[in-house]
């Protein structure tokens, strides 16, 4: 027999079997027990929730000879030929791919005559949201006029998509994600069932990546078992949800902690290079940051087979942060996440929010946790968590697709030193320029870890033979690396091993550098006319690029 995946094997026959969705089984189960079904269903919810099993199983009970207590018995001759798919009488159709007028007419014609062999017709029409308005207006005329003997279910992920004249002809339910309390009790049931052992921690990492999908879990779940052992370990299940352990995360966490940023880097890139993906990292990392503080306020709250992922870690972490420093910290990597969307250098982006991690500095001493705090402090703390809590969901109703975090514009002037910027500015040169692009990436390469992580977010902006300038995206990078003696002599020593020269360095803000670089072309005029051949560019333009190369901004030059 050819393999079958473990969603179709072991999806619910009964109301009974679903899981995660008592309420709308038992409302169902009512119904039918009462005779008060209805014409036309909506199921609204995300994927892998249960509609479509549900939907079956009630197409079932309409029509089941021995129905008992609103459950079919799956074993008279109609409920195992709408099992097996085969009774003509209950029609399935994927508007995803039947999304034509001409189709819903068809059904609205073929609606009409009674069914052939089942009590009443069921219609499943899954994804419905993708019909074509006149295929909406074709089913809508249906829905108006239902005949006796037809039952229609419709099934979607997007109900906003749906219009209102057909929801307003349906009884709706809105089927939930599926607790991971609940993921993780089915896939022991089945490996149990199968003979095959499991980490429970596995199942953890497993139920997670499924985020509240039965169907996912299950898929993730043939995967790991797809590796051929009889054992479902953490190390498989992570490899199949590209998660990563938990345990590094806690060790990346503690050097943080430990203000070991060369430690914290390395995990990353450790991380990076066994293939793991920086944004489902950085997604980790939050939904660790979220345990440490659900735990530090309330441990109970951790379901079951989230405290598998307490380990060694995780209980030194939740008291060695404060609240305030871990909200910082999920704020900072939230920022990040928006910034991956728009980057194609990742791993650039995960080391600099590693560096900013390590300077996220505690928030101004809560009352210290005496052994009975106060209302006011338990209130703002819990505020604090409410907050968060609605972020993440936010996160995870959107896949993560959250607008990047504007950070609001700090009033404080970039305090701008032209005193050392306008004399590098005077006698820069685009061949200088050049020739110290060239090198970056040897000076870089001979920077030690943190500061290399430092100064890959940077850029060579202007050079002349005795001075450099150089651009940051963050200002609090600029000011850490202007501060830092280090950092300093190490560009310093580099520049004077690859060039031979030690110019002097100076930092700028990549914001602000293109109004810099007007301001010194307004006090100080282009330099030179340019030569007859470059007439058809403006003057001020065409030196600009002499000095700076082809860049969307703006400079001057004297070559
Ligand atoms: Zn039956």
């Known amino acids: 027999m050819s393999y079958q995946a473990l969603y179709r094997v072991w999806r619910p026959q009964t109301f009974g079997d679903v899981i995660g969705q008592h309420a709308i089984t038992q ?23 249960g509609k479509t099993s549900v939907a079956k199983i ?51 014609d073929k609606a009409k005559y009674a069914p052939t062999r089942a009590r009443v017709k069921v219609y499943i029409i899954d994804e419905v ?10 089913l809508l005329k249906t829905l108006e006029e239902p005949p006796a003997h037809v039952v229609f279910i419709l099934a979607t992920t997007e109900p906003q998509k749906i219009p209102a004249t057909i929801i307003s002809r349906t009884q709706r339910f809105d089927f939930r994600r599926i607790t991971a309390e609940d993921i993780v009790g089915r896939m022991q049931t089945i490996l149990d069932d199968k003979g095959i052992t499991y980490d429970e921690h596995a ?7 499924a985020e509240g999908g039965m169907r996912d879990a299950l898929s993730i779940l043939d995967q790991v078992l797809s590796f051929g052992q009889n054992h479902v370990t953490v190390e498989n299940a992570l490899d199949v949800t590209g998660g990563v352990a938990t345990a590094q995360l806690g060790e990346y966490l503690e050097a943080l902690q430990g203000h070991d940023t060369a430690k914290a880097l390395t995990t990353v890139e450790q991380l990076l290079a066994a293939g793991k993906d920086a944004g489902r990292l950085i997604e980790d990392l939050i939904a660790y940051l979220r345990d440490l503080l659900v735990y530090q306020q309330a441990p109970s709250l951790l379901a079951d087979s989230e405290t598998e992922l307490i380990d060694d870690h995780f209980k030194p972490l939740a008291e060695a942060f404060a609240a305030p420093q871990l909200a910082a910290m999920i704020a900072v990597l939230n ?10 250098h990742p791993t650039i982006y995960l080391e600099v929010a590693t560096v900013r991690l390590g300077t996220v500095t505690p928030a101004p001493a809560q009352p210290t946790a005496a052994p009975a705090a106060d209302d006011a402090t338990v209130t703002a703390l819990q505020s604090q968590l409410a907050q968060l809590q609605a972020t ?29 910027i306008y004399p590098i500015l005077g006698s820069a040169t685009r061949k200088d320029l050049e020739a110290l692009k060239d090198i970056w990436p040897d000076l870089l390469s001979l920077l030690s870890v943190t500061k290399r992580a430092m100064m890959k977010i940077s850029e060579p902006v202007a050079a002349s033979p005795d001075g ?47 109004r810099i670089r007007k301001e010194y072309l307004q006090e100080n005029g282009a330099p030179h006319a340019p030569k007859p051949e470059a007439q058809t560019t403006p003057p001020v333009v065409k030196t600009i690029t002499d000095l700076f190369g082809e860049e969307p901004n703006i400079t001057v030059t004297n070559d």
């Open 129 to 138: 949201h993708m019909l074509s308005t006149g295929a909406f207006n074709a």
């Open 58 to 108: 009630l197409a079932k009970a309409l029509n089941c000879e021995h129905l008992q207590d609103g459950e079919p018995d799956n074993t008279c001759e109609l409920c195992q030929a709408i099992t097996a798919g085969a009774l003509t009488d209950v029609i399935e159709i994927d508007a995803a791919s039947n999304n034509g007028v001409d189709e819903i007419r068809d059904i609205r």
């Open 392 to 420: 993440v969901a936010q996160l995870q109703a959107t896949g993560g697709a959250v607008k990047p975090v504007v950070k609001p514009k700090k009033k404080r002037a970039l305090k701008v030193n032209k005193t050392k």
């Open 468 to 514: 450099v300038i150089v651009s940051f995206d963050y200002d609090i990078l600029v000011e850490r690396a202007e501060n830092d003696a280090a950092l300093m002599a190490e560009l310093k020593a580099g520049l004077q091993k690859l060039s031979g020269k030690q110019p002097e360095i100076v930092l700028v803000q990549s914001q602000a550098w293109p």
């Open 203 to 209: 199942l953890a990492v497993i139920a997670r990546a």
């Open 27 to 49: 409302t169902l189960k009512n119904a039918l027990v009462t005779g008060q079904t209805s014409h036309a269903y909506l199921f609204c919810g995300p994927r892998g929730t």
């Open 335 to 344: 920022e990040t996440q928006g910034q991956l969307r728009l980057t194609n």
